[in-house]
Every structure is written in C-alpha cells, then in structure tokens.
C-alpha cells in the first residue's frame, strides 16, 4: 500500500491506498444535472498515463505530427497540455488539505468542476496538490497533481492481484439499469430517474470503438441477450451490410474456449491491473475487445430480460422479480465522448471508413446511438 506526500513540506496527504485500474468512465460527462456517486472505492486510486486537465492546447496549435507521437490518430478538439500520470482518489481518502474558493473554476453548475485547475493546497505549506471535483454530471473525485505529491509505501507491499476465478467468485458485477439521482427538489416529482448505468454507457464507448476497428469494415455479430442489446443496433447501422460477417464471442474465465471460427472476443479488464484476460488456444490470434469486468460478468451470466410478461403460469424453475425491475424507456445509448476518445488512440482511426464515422458523430447521436 501506498501514501501521497506533499511533494513540498512531506506532509502526509491521503490514508493507505492500493493501485487499481483506471475506471473506464473516469473522465466521463453524463446527462444533465445527474448527481453522480464517487469514481472510486475507498482505499484505492488509479492512475491516468495521459495527461489531463488544463493547460489546453487546440487542435490547430499541435497538428498531426505532434498529435501521432502521442497516440493520436485523428483529430480533436483539444489536448491537454499539463503533466501526465495523475492520481484519483476516493474524496474521503485525502487528508491535511483545504479548499482554495478562488480556485473553484468558471464552467460548474452545481459544484467544483476543474476547469480552474488545482483547487485544493496543503495545510502545511501551501502548495497547490489535488483537484476536487463534484459537479452535476461528473463522477466525484480528487485527482492529486502528479508533480506536487510522492508515492511512499507503508505497510509492506501490495497483495498479489487476485486470480481470475477469485474474481468471478466474488460475484463482482455491475447492473445495467440504475437509478440516477438528480438536483433540486420536488414534492410533484421523484429526484431521481431509471435510467441505463453511466458505467456500461461509458463502458460501452470504449468497446464499441475496438469493435469497429476489428471489424475491418465487414458486418459484426455480437451474442444474443445484453451483448446485442447495447452492441448490435450501433454495429448494423455504422457497418455496411455484406455477405461476410466477422463474428464476436464472449470469452473469460469459468467459460467455454472459444472456437477458432471466432474473430472477435468480448473479454474482461483485470480490475487492479488493467489487463485484459488471455485467451488460450486457437482464439488467440482474435481481435480482444475489453470490457470491465462488472459489465462483462452481467453480460456473460445474466438470463435474457423479457420485455413482456408470457401468457400462463410461471414454470416453477424460472427465475422472475415481482413486480418486474424498473427498466429505461428508451434504446441503448453508447457515451459519444468515451467513444471518441478511445477510437482517435486507435491506428485504425486513419482508414477512410472509420475516419467517416468519426466525423460523422454528431448525426450519429442525432439517431440515439450515442
């Protein structure tokens, strides 16, 4: 385990944290007025290996040259221009800090967004350290400025990452409906909504675009059940319709090896590594696409949801909730910024088709699949 100093005065600044994967929606904008939960389990953090945050750089003032020497394809709106490799935390985890008021930032609705910059300093010394963000629409956390802390270990080293099947004993997965609070208050209306999870949306995004690049341009078949539902509406109207498919598979511990017939595997996200499981055997030459494990779990173990109660008696061996769970009334939507963010970091970004697509987002959500 691990604690963060002040880079300045050594001032201790968080409790004891253990290193997992950086969460897929971590940088993800949901909805309107959405009261997100906190990004991160207490006790952990994650580290982004790209830069983030201001300074900002326009696309213009980079260009492609620069854009490719950092793993960008394609081009954006923008690049942060600041020190790469911040840590996330847990907001409860950090210590010895305070809130700088002048430095809450100009873009927040509800709250501290980050758009200001660091905005939290240490008690000690001063030094700018952490940014607090708990603004509509954004997960909650703080994201410790990697220049203006250290990593010291205490208590020994960190576990050994826990096996696949511990893992999947453990029963980690993650719903794909929630309920979503919002801001303000009513007694004419709920504060809350049911709505597809943010997590799969985002989820989503970063799936879809490894999709679209393994597909090579030919139609893509997902597994029926909750595979189909969020993937295959978006991979039938992106892709061009054709005599060859490349089809895609669920792959992970505890099932069956895929056959050598599959060309894409849906696999799992290590979620203290970041690895993506290996597949063994003839599948080892397909196209991984990763997901978390949460969302993976749910998509390989969850019984197919029936929209319309069947006629008749309930066999007495399914398995059924009364009254049924709250479900959105709307279709999948994929997180467009996610999305956009994962395919610019692929090379297959430059093909003219997939370039087509990514130019052509706006209309895309203007049809709901983003």
């Known amino acids: 385990m691990f604690v963060f100093v002040c880079a300045g005065c050594e001032a201790e600044l968080t409790t004891p944290l253990s290193q997992v994967a950086l969460p897929a929606h971590a940088h993800q904008s949901y909805g309107n007025g959405a009261q997100l939960p906190v990004l991160m389990e207490s006790g952990t953090f994650a580290v982004d290996p790209e830069p983030w945050g201001p300074p900002w750089r326009l696309w213009d003032e980079?260009?492609?040259?620069?854009?490719?020497?950092?793993?960008?394809?394609?081009?954006?709106?923008?690049?942060?221009?600041?020190v790469p490799g911040a840590i996330v935390i847990a907001p409860g985890d950090i210590r010895g800090t305070r809130l700088v008021p002048e430095k809450s930032g100009s873009g927040g609705c509800c709250g501290l967004d980050g758009s200001g910059g660091p905005n939290m300093?240490?008690?000690?010394?001063?030094?700018?350290?952490?940014?607090?963000?708990?603004d509509c629409s954004l997960w909650q956390a703080v994201w410790l400025v990697p220049d203006a802390v250290r990593r010291l270990p205490v208590g020994g080293a960190d576990a050994a990452p826990l096996p696949w099947e511990e893992l999947?004993?453990?029963?980690?997965?993650?719903?794909?409906?929630?309920?979503?609070?919002?801001t303000g208050w009513s007694r004419l209306r709920a504060n809350h909504y049911w709505s597809w999870s943010p997590q799969w949306e985002a989820a989503a995004g970063r799936a879809l675009a490894h999709l679209l690049a393994a597909s090579e341009g030919q139609p893509v078949t997902v597994p029926d059940g909750m595979a189909a539902e969020v993937f295959q509406r978006a991979l039938d109207t992106l892709l061009p319709v054709g005599p060859l498919q490349r089809r895609a598979v669920l792959a992970g511990p505890g099932r069956p090896a895929p056959d050598a017939g599959a060309d894409i595997l849906l696999v799992p996200v290590h979620p203290q590594t970041g690895q993506t499981w290996p597949p063994a055997g003839p599948a080892t030459t397909a196209y991984p696409v990763p997901l978390p494990l949460g969302v993976w779990a749910w998509m390989a173990a969850a019984p197919p949801h029936l929209p319309n109660p069947a006629s008749g008696a309930i066999p007495r061996d399914v398995l059924h909730d009364d009254p049924l769970p709250p479900r959105p009334n709307y279709l999948f939507r994929t997180d467009p910024s996610t999305f956009k963010h994962t395919l610019v970091r692929l090379p297959a970004v430059r093909r003219p088709w997939l370039r087509n697509i990514l130019d052509n987002l706006p209309q895309h959500r203007s049809a709901g699949l983003f």
């Open 62 to 82: 980079i260009g492609p040259d620069e854009a490719e020497a950092r793993g960008i394809y394609a081009p954006v709106h923008a690049l942060s221009d600041g």
């Open 121 to 134: 300093a240490c008690l000690g010394c001063g030094l700018a350290v952490a940014i607090r963000i708990d």
């Open 168 to 182: 999947i004993e453990e029963g980690r997965n993650t719903p794909p409906f929630e309920p979503i609070a919002t």
